[in-house]
């Protein structure tokens, strides 16, 4: 148990160490522009075909579902600022880093993992290039910029697709009321609460990725092993840091 | 850049220990510019340790390493890279990165020098590094590999890209960690050829790890005649000394040094595990 316990405190030690480095590398030169943008591609344009449907989906979901239970209370009107307050709040941001862990932290896992145990980061290192530098700190910009982004994208098509549902479908309220009563319910806490949460989560996802990928031991099982904790850690971060945010911003 | 006289590479009782086990004990050895190493060992007795130690990617528990002058045990990781990049080093398995085309991991230890030094002038230019890329491809027969990538080539191509991207930058010392393992006699002898031809062409130094007893025995009687563009037996058809092509041989047993010494003193060793390593057969 005692063992379990130093293990776990030395693995959470080396991740901040890693953190570290890697926030400090982002102004230290060299800097690695060709790899940012290649990831900021791979992360944010790449991740579109998931974070779009899922975004979408989310928003439907909540409107039909509140649909029934708002129409016990004879409360339809009220469809629009609760599937924006939902969306923007929690399920946007939540959703989209749960997809983006899912999608990201495990390639980047598997991808340093590679690298880790076909010596391709000892080869860097033995030719002069810091791999922090090079691999982790290019991914961590990526994400972190570009989750908050795919964050906005999805809050948008949920918002669209319960739209479709609330008012061409349903016909719980007018369309104009359904937009102004919406975008009324928002206070700009809500909006700051919805865009510094993906930034947080990108910054889970990428360094959890990127640390458990360059810890990879023990071949392509190894591999494996490194990407299914990754995923495993980062969404497990997620709900837990969401937790923490909420409790700050509901206090506010 | 140190002077003639001061070794490239200097080891002083060099201690590394992971749990109960030597990885490297008390290993002391120099090396001058021009003159090679061959490092034998059974498995896990520190081989590789040693090459990896020896350009800091493994920090050691005591003693000293002195690589080009530079004391790489005190250095911080941020301050290795500079000397790590000056010098070469073939992984076993290549070490190539896998999503760059052939010439690109050729090209990146001298493009890597140009970001490191952070100043742009006096580096090559574009078309200097194509040219020097080419060149290093042309070295090890690779030329028309440019544009594949790794997966698309033979292991014993792998391995020589590995060398060409190891000497691109004209190390004056070279580390090979395994240059022949798993491969089969003929592309583990065109292997060493060109290890041979990179000591002859650039006077450099050379560390080699290895489990072929010919690998050593190539290294020790043979020079590369760049005239007539093959090996030569060093110091005349008739002789066999290895004084002509400096090269010593280093057995590792659990960490230590055993055995250090010339061809000739390895061949009439008593110790049966040095003996070991004096085989003829492939």
């Known amino acids: 148990m005692l063992q379990f316990l130093t293990a776990g405190i030395e693995s959470f030690q080396e991740f901040l160490l890693l953190a570290g480095r890697a926030f400090l590398n982002i102004v230290r030169r060299p800097f690695y522009s060709d790899d940012l943008s290649l990831q900021m591609d791979i992360i944010g344009v790449g991740s579109l075909p998931i974070v779009l449907p899922t975004g979408a989906l989310s928003g439907a979901i909540i409107a039909l579902q509140m649909s029934r239970a708002l129409s016990t209370y004879g409360a339809n009107s009220e469809v629009g600022p609760i599937v924006a307050l939902t969306l923007i709040r929690e399920l946007g941001p939540v959703l989209t880093a749960i997809n983006v862990a899912g999608r990201n932290a ?20 033995a030719l002069g290039t810091d791999p922090i530098k090079k691999l982790v700190t290019p991914r961590l910009i990526a994400t972190a910029l570009m989750l908050p982004c795919l964050t906005v994208v999805a809050d948008a098509v949920g918002w669209f697709a319960a739209y479709l549902i609330a008012v061409p479908l349903l016909h719980l309220v007018s369309s104009g009321f359904f937009w ?20 947080i989560f990108g ?7 990127c640390f458990y990928g360059l810890r990879t031991t023990g071949g392509t099982q190894g591999v494996g092993r490194a990407t299914t904790q990754a995923v495993v850690f980062a969404s497990i971060w997620i709900f837990f840091v969401t937790f923490l945010i909420d409790k700050i911003f509901v206090g506010l | 850049m140190p002077d003639e006289t001061e070794p490239l590479l200097e080891l002083n009782g060099v201690n590394l220990k992971f749990g109960n086990t030597w990885a490297l004990r008390n290993v002391t050895l120099k090396l001058n510019a021009g003159e090679t190493r061959i490092i034998f060992g059974s498995a896990g007795s520190g081989k590789t340790m040693l090459l990896k130690a020896v350009i800091g990617l493994i920090p050691i528990d005591s003693g000293d390493i002195k690589l080009f002058g530079q004391d790489v045990a005190s250095l911080q990781e941020q301050e290795l890279y500079a000397v790590r990049s000056r010098a070469g080093f073939l992984f076993q398995e290549g070490g190539l990165f896998d999503s760059l085309s052939i010439g690109e991991n050729v090209e ?40 594949k990538f790794p997966s698309e080539v033979s292991g014993g191509m792998r391995r020589r890209v590995g060398i060409a991207r190891a000497v691109v930058t004209e190390p004056p010392l070279v580390l090979y960690d395994s240059p022949t393992a798993g491969l089969d006699p003929i592309t583990a002898n065109i292997i060493m050829a060109l290890i041979a031809k990179e000591r002859a062409v650039r006077n450099s130094a050379s560390l080699i790890v290895t489990h072929r007893y010919q690998d050593g025995e190539l290294m020790a009687n043979f020079q590369y005649d760049a005239k007539d563009e093959e090996l030569i037996p060093a110091g005349g058809a008739s002789q066999k000394d290895s004084s002509d092509t400096r090269t010593k041989f280093i057995v590792m047993k659990e960490g230590q040094i055993v055995f250090f010494g010339t061809r000739q003193e390895l061949e009439s060793s008593d110790d ?11």
């Open chain 1, 180 to 199: 102004s009563s919406s975008w009324q319910a928002l206070v700009p806490n809500d909006i700051i609460q919805g865009l510094v949460k993906p930034f």
């Open chain 2, 108 to 147: 990146y230890p001298l493009l890597n020098r140009q970001v490191t030094d952070h100043k742009k002038d006096g580096a090559p230019s574009a078309e200097e590094v194509d040219k020097r890329v080419r060149d290093a491809l042309r070295f090890v027969e690779l030329e028309q590999t440019y544009d």
């Open chain 1, 203 to 209: 910054i889970i996802i990428a360094l959890v990725g």
């Open chain 2, 272 to 282: 049966q595990y040095v003996k070991r390593f004096i085989r003829h057969e492939g």
């Open chain 1, 106 to 125: 495990s390639g980047i896992a598997s991808e340093l993992g590679s690298m880790k145990v076909t010596e391709q980061i000892d080869a860097m290192r």
